[in-house]
């Protein structure tokens, strides 16, 4: 079963717009991490956030903005007042502490942010 | 800043030929990870290594095999490339095996196999 669920393969917004990409994890441990990664069309995966499962407080950084939900296992990825430099795969991942330093990715999801 | 380097970004290989993909990271760091990226599938993990001449199994290690001889060098090795091994190569590394450890990844090394 996936652990990582990013149903949203693509998706496409006009400059200016606010776009939230999805996350939903599976996991049956207390402990563990997530995080998001930006892939730009140079292929570098780009560490953007990580947060742990015992704090749930909303992040923000710039026009980036993270809502982590236990409840609902989800942890969105929000971008307010897009930009055509936002275009990229975005990748959420889970590492748990029972299997220790694996990570596990989801299918990403492709944002194209059209001018 | 973590930097991690790989050999090459793009390659052309043949199949039935060994290919050596490389991985230097510069940060000192005990980790570190191979991953194939394909379309759909999102990254899956290869081989990974927390020490010298350390390595465990990842999800789809069938067809590959890795060294680490170096803390900061790590090989993935495809002993007969075949085309279905044709696909985005990624390294990464983290400061210690733990489950909490940022992974940095490298730019990675798009393999074509004829």
Redesign the interface.
């Known amino acids: 079963a996936q652990k990582v669920t990013q149903a949203q393969t693509e998706i496409s917004v006009v400059e200016k717009e606010d776009v939230t990409l999805d996350c939903v994890y599976e996991t049956r441990d207390t402990t563990y991490y997530l995080f998001w990664y930006k892939q730009p069309p140079s292929g570098e995966l780009v560490f953007l956030i990580r947060r742990n499962s015992f704090d749930e407080q909303n992040e923000i950084s710039g026009r980036y903005s993270w809502n982590f939900q236990k409840s609902t296992s989800s942890f969105n990825f929000t971008i307010t007042a897009s930009q055509v430099v936002d275009s990229a795969v975005y990748f959420c991942a889970l590492s748990e502490a029972v299997t220790g330093n694996q990570f596990y990715f989801g299918t990403g999801t492709s944002l194209t942010v059209i001018p | 800043d973590v930097k991690v380097t790989q050999s090459s970004?793009y390659l052309v290989k043949r199949t039935g030929e060994k290919v050596f993909l490389e991985c230097v990271q510069d940060m000192d760091h005990e980790?570190m990870f191979w991953y194939r990226q394909d379309p759909?599938?999102?990254?899956?993990?290869i081989y990974?290594s927390?020490d010298v001449k350390m390595k465990e199994k990842?999800d789809i290690p069938e067809g590959y095999s890795v060294s680490r001889e170096k803390k900061e060098r790590f090989s993935l090795i495809l002993e007969s490339a075949s085309t279905n091994q044709t696909s985005?190569y990624?390294c990464?590394s983290?400061l210690v095996?733990?489950?909490?450890?940022?992974?940095?990844?490298?730019?990675?090394t798009?393999l074509l196999v004829l």
């Open positions: 970004r980790n759909g599938l999102g990254l899956r993990l990974f927390y990842g985005m990624l990464a983290s095996p733990q489950y909490q450890e940022t992974q940095y990844f490298g730019p990675g798009r």
